[in-house]
């Protein structure tokens, strides 16, 4: 029977990978999933960082590998690692992604652009490229992308973040069709501005703008968007797939 609510039990001895684990919302979802006694593949780009963070999680059963989500073998690689170390893979998080200086669209650097693409959604499609066939060679798995609220709405001088994001949640309506007789669910979340490193270089008064922006007036932390992810991970949401939740403070309401 599909449970009621989300059963946090049923994540023990299940296989996670997460991409950005090293930090923000990455990072507060490897812990916690490790909490629930989930085995972990993470993935990062700063190895130095990742090893630190690995280094919290306790008895964890844990693989840190660096992984770099534009280059496609990066990613071949650590799932492939992953999958022959713990045996499968149940489930998947891919939160890696960067924000870059804005810039209007009519000035907006070429190679700027070409990383923002690479990492918020070449690096989306690379890890759903190996993530489904491993969950698929054991049945299924549930997989959720970190979009974001500039999935639905564009920011001014953001247009390559705005493109990728919207991007994403295009990229995980096709994998969720493709894949939904599969047992492969796939799913997006749109956070709105939340406190982690990301937003480090925003001046204490940028930040209160853009809680402003938010109807209830604050900034979200990774968990509240790690709570939405979990859920969407679980068997609670089994007839969820190609969906995005909010997880925005009310932004997306307005
Ligand atoms: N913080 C926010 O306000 C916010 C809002 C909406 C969506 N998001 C999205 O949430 C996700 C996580 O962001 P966060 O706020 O936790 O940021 P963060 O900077 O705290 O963490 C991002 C992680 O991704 C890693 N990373 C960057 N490029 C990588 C690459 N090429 N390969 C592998 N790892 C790479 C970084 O090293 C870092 O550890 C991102 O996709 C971001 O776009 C964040």
Redesign the pocket.
Known sequence: MTPFLFDPAAFAGKVAFV??????????TARRLADLGASLIL????RP??DKFAATLGKAEVLALE?????FS?VAETIARGVDHFGGLDLAV??????LPRCQTGDYPAEQWDRVI???LT?VFHALRHQIPAMLAQGGGAIV??????GFRAFAGQPA?TA??HG?IGLTKAAALDHATQGVRVNA????????????HLSDEKKKA?AALHPMDR??Q?DE?TSVILFLLSDAASFVTGACYEA?GGYLAK
Do not use: W
Request: aromatic fraction near 4%; charge should be negative; avoid cysteine.
């Open positions: 991409s950005g684990a090293a930090s923000g919302i990455g990072a507060a993935a990062d780009r700063d960082r990742l992984t770099d989500v534009t280059a990066s891919n939160s890696a992604g960067i924000d690479a990492v918020n690096g992308n970190v979009a974001s609220i500039m973040y990728a994001k994403v979340v749109a956070p709105g501005f939340v406190e982690t490193p990301l937003l480090s853009a900034l979200g990774p968007v925005d």
